[in-house]
């Protein structure tokens, strides 16, 4: 194709038609050199193309003889009972103690035995779990203490739909301060040994003082009983809001 009549079919102009021609002989010219490798390269399209998957560590049991065989298939029974990645722990968990429980028996173990002790295991698991955990009932919609035998709103089958589990907050977690920095729970509590308060930060007036002329006036109204108007209700609700953020 020449230049008159690539100009003519695409409506370029001289000089990009100059440069089309140009970059295409280069193309063929890498195209010779190569040979194979570009006429044999087929991309794949996105269908085609598998997904990589994250590399994780499979356990290979390929190597267990005996014993060992049974008790793999008596902890896989078991293992989805917990989350996915708690499954390999609590497998060889399962296997560990129907080897303890075989050697002091001195014979093979039962398979009811066998599979009893591995819910055992999972119920251990779930109880190490939630150690740090309190049981609560949300039947008004918050957390309270349950009182399940004067309980008077009792679902029909034995499970409970009011109940559920609460963590408890320890002393050495972590929280996030009002400035964003880390900090343990431990830290945030107030020591015995605080200084005193002078008695002027309880008078009243002192601590109007620091207040806006308008709050004081709405506090005023509030003290005669006298009613609010809608300005001054909004001024009252934005001024408690910014209050309440600087004590968290």
């Not at 049981?135 to 679902?155: F, L, T």
Request: hydrophobic share 35%.
């Amino acid at each position: 194709m020449t230049v008159a009549e690539l100009t003519k079919q695409a409506e370029l102009s001289e000089a990009e038609a100059q440069a089309v021609l140009a970059t295409k002989r280069e193309a063929e010219a890498v195209k010779r050199e190569l040979g194979d490798l570009v006429t044999g390269h087929k991309p794949r399209s996105l269908k085609t193309r598998s997904r990589r998957k994250a590399s994780q560590t499979i356990p290979d049991y390929q190597g267990l003889t005996g014993t060992w065989v049974t008790y793999l298939e008596v902890a896989k029974a078991y293992e989805g009972k917990v989350p996915a990645q708690d499954r390999d722990d609590v497998r060889h968990d399962i296997m560990i103690e129907l080897d303890r429980a075989t050697k002091r028996d001195g014979k093979p173990l039962p398979q009811l035995r066998a599979y009893r002790i591995a819910s055992l295991t999972v119920a251990l698991y779930y109880r190490e779990l939630n150690r740090f955990s309190a049981r609560v009932c949300i039947y008004n919609g918050y957390p309270s203490e349950p009182h399940c035998k004067a309980c008077s709103h009792k679902s029909e089958s034995k499970r409970c739909y009011w109940l559920a589990v609460r963590p408890v907050a320890r002393l050495d977690s972590e929280i996030l301060d009002p400035e964003g920095y880390r900090a343990k729970l431990l830290d945030t509590v107030a020591s015995d040994q605080a200084m005193d308060l002078p008695d002027k930060w309880y008078d009243l007036n002192e601590v109007m003082q620091g207040l806006p002329l308008r709050l004081v006036e709405i506090a005023y109204k509030r003290l005669e009983g006298k009613p609010l108007t809608g300005a001054e209700r909004k001024y009252l609700c934005k001024a408690l809001k910014q209050a309440q953020k600087r004590l968290l």
